[in-house]
């Protein structure tokens, strides 16, 4: 198992943020097959210089990974401003690499619609999207 130095991830997830068609939905190439396969084979060729066996695999799951961690707290910061919390209790993400993950943050906020059933009750149903 290879180790992850401070100084290498945050190398990766520059590397990975120049890569936005893996991650912004808003890429003209985020549905492009091939130019997400070469940013895949940039991010494998980095990984690489550390564990000659990395694979797509192992990409594919350390940014899972990553994106899974910075969500957990982007929610927790979010949760809290929602709470009405003062400018001093507004929960302070612990993970060390989170302000480098923060170009995510757009992919991961919630966009809010309402749509109304117009039936015999009137009933409104309002539905939270999230983009990952």
């Known amino acids: 198992m290879v180790s992850w130095t401070k100084e290498f991830l945050l190398e990766f997830i520059e590397l990975f943020k120049a890569q936005e068609p893996l ?11 091939q130019k997400r396969n070469q940013c895949y084979d940039l991010l494998l ?13 192992t990409i594919t799951k350390k940014i899972n990974n ?13 949760a809290s401003k929602v709470s009405g919390a003062a400018a001093d209790q507004i929960y302070k993400p612990k993970l060390w690499y989170y302000e480098d993950l923060l170009f995510l943050k757009d ?17 409104t149903v309002s539905t939270r999207h999230f983009f990952i």
């Open 107 to 123: 992919q991961e906020e919630a966009l809010d619609s309402t749509s109304s059933i117009n039936d015999n009750n009137d009933m």
């Open 23 to 33: 991650w912004f939905i808003k890429s003209k190439d985020y549905y492009n097959k």
């Open 66 to 78: 990553l994106r899974s961690s910075f969500r957990k707290e982007f929610k927790k910061v979010m």
């Open 45 to 57: 060729e980095k990984l690489k210089s550390i564990d000659p066996n990395a694979s797509r695999d």
